[in-house]
T-cell receptor, first 117, second 117 residues
Framework: AQTVTQSQPEMSVQEAETVTLSCTYD???????LFWYKQPPSRQMILVIR??????QNATENRFSVNFQKAAKSFSLKISDSQLGDTAMYFC??????????????FGKGTTLSVSS | GAVVSQHPSRVICKSGTSVKIECRSL??????MFWYRQFPKQSLMLMAT?????????EQGVEKDKFLINHASLTLSTLTVTSAHPEDSSFYIC?????????????FGPGTRLTVT
């Protein structure tokens, strides 16, 4: 069974500091994608960053970067220079592509991040 | 591009009545749509997957007679909560992807808050 585990229910950080959110996953597939989604108080899901499993290079999007350790099945998110607007719930998600119908994302339980001034 | 809308954004209904939630892809053809349920400060729980023109596939534990899902066109899926009860009060989110796009890309609607009194 495919699973995604986020072991940090809540985290807090000061503005301008760096924070790392942890995620581990389990899958027997060789072809998959990993994502971090952000859900702010508005509850709109926002894609933060994605990583293709076949790529060794860690994905980066501005202040957001990942540490993808394929052998360890670990996929952590680093947020640099934290901003108040980063306050949100963050979900790690796993996706197995299918040639047929679309397949759903498998979500972790989420980490609530609070950024304070 | 790739916008998904949901209507209504919030709805209050009386116990025993039915309520319909619409999910529309505004600028692409959604071959697959997903319906999630989310309780406060919890993760998204997949309820069902619907492919255009086919019956929805429900996750274990989700009552298909209570949560009716119709995906009649490539731009519209509906979730009808029949004979709603207070325990059905929740936040419902739809997402969509398209066979003709990037297979892992999912586009989320803004969600619908259902309150059953």
């Amino acid at each position: 069974a495919q699973t995604v585990t986020q072991s940090q229910p809540e985290m807090s950080v000061q503005e301008a500091e760096t924070v790392t959110l942890s995620c581990t996953y389990d899958t027997s597939e060789s072809n998959y994608y990993l994502f971090w989604y952000k859900q702010p108080p508005s509850r709109q899901m926002i894609l933060v960053i994605r990583q293709e499993a076949y790529k060794q290079q860690n994905a980066t999007e501005n202040r957001f970067s990942v540490n993808f350790q394929k052998a360890a099945k670990s996929f952590s998110l680093k947020i640099s220079d934290s901003q108040l607007g980063d306050t949100a719930m963050y979900f790690c998600a796993l996706h197995h592509p299918s040639n047929q119908a679309g397949t759903a994302l498998i979500f972790g339980k989420g980490t609530t991040l609070s950024v304070s001034s | 591009g790739a916008v998904v809308s949901q209507h209504p954004s919030r709805v209050i209904c009386k116990s025993g009545t039915s309520v319909k939630i619409e999910c529309r892809s505004l600028d692409f053809q959604a071959t697959t749509m997903f319906w999630y349920r989310q309780f406060p400060k919890q993760s998204l729980m997949l309820m069902a997957t619907s492919n255009e023109g086919s019956k929805a596939t429900y996750e274990q534990g989700v009552e298909k007679d209570k949560f009716l899902i119709n995906h009649a066109s490539l731009t519209l899926s509906t979730l009808t909560v029949t004979s709603a009860h207070p325990e059905d009060s929740s936040f419902y989110i739809c997402s969509a992807n398209t066979r003709w796009g990037v297979p892992y890309e999912q586009y989320f609607g803004p969600g619908t808050r259902l309150t059953v009194t």
